[in-house]
């Protein structure tokens, strides 16, 4: 046998061999995803999806979103209702294999404090990952409910017992101030960067923006956000509840740190305050957000 002859040999048996490692090496890749989907460690269609509401609110707040979410292939597997006096009950069937799982949180007291429904939003989420086995997860707060799932992730995100948030949507979400307690109308504004010009204080109801700043410096970077606020054309630069300037007051703790941080603003009597999880815009919106890339 030639030289050359025996070199073209020695040239076709690597190529088998590194077409056979990189075949063998395709297949267990696949492998490890498929699993990493079915036990909602890295996402997949199984990951579910929290939906929170802010004071006054009920199950009517969020019952439109998970009804658009249910038509986008998710399923409403869990509601989860926190009595007046704290105590959390569980209704419906979730387990790890249900398809995009829909879990409503209900606060019965109409009115508590970011503080304490971060406290609850603790425990529920622990559950979440303690007793139905789910490693991340998915949220979509509303108002107060924004705010307290920020800073439930921004405090907690770092324990052991707790599942890793993945995508997170803000509708309305009063950062800094809100019109009927602190913030008045074109008082406040925002830099390309989202930093106020005034950082409200903590009041009764909501923390202090510098409190939310400082507590964001431990907020995960592989989570996508999308950040979702109304101006309704009003001459207030606000939802008639919450100012643009609130609301995206979000960027400025967050952006620099998240995987991808998007704005969405939307106007006239559709982004009035109650109205922004209550319309067909928003709901088509959020559920490309949370289910058309996973």
Sequence with gaps: MSKTARTNVI?????????????FFAIRSDRIINNSKNNGSFGGDNVPTLYV?????????????????????GHKALAVFVEKDGTINYKGNLNLKTSKPLIQVIFKKKFTPVKQQTKWLHEI???????????????????????????????????????????????AGPYDGILTINDRPNNNYVNSNGKPSIMYPANKWYPAYTSLLNDCKDFPTNVQILNIYGNDNSNTNSDGIVSTSSARSMKYLISKRVKDYQEIPIFGVNGQHSKLHNNIVVDHIIARFLFDQN
């Design 53 to 73: 509401h802010g004071m006054r609110g009920s199950t009517k707040s969020t019952s439109h979103l998970t009804k658009i979410a249910s038509r986008d292939g």
């Design 11 to 23: 040239l076709i048996i690597i190529t088998i061999i590194v077409a056979f490692f990189a075949v």
């Design 125 to 171: 989420l622990k559950r979440l990952k303690d007793h139905y086995g789910f490693n991340v997860y998915n949220a979509v707060g509303h108002s107060t409910g924004a705010v307290s799932i920020l800073e439930n992730v921004a405090k907690h995100n770092k324990d052991s017992d707790m599942p890793k948030l993945q995508k997170f949507v803000s509708i």
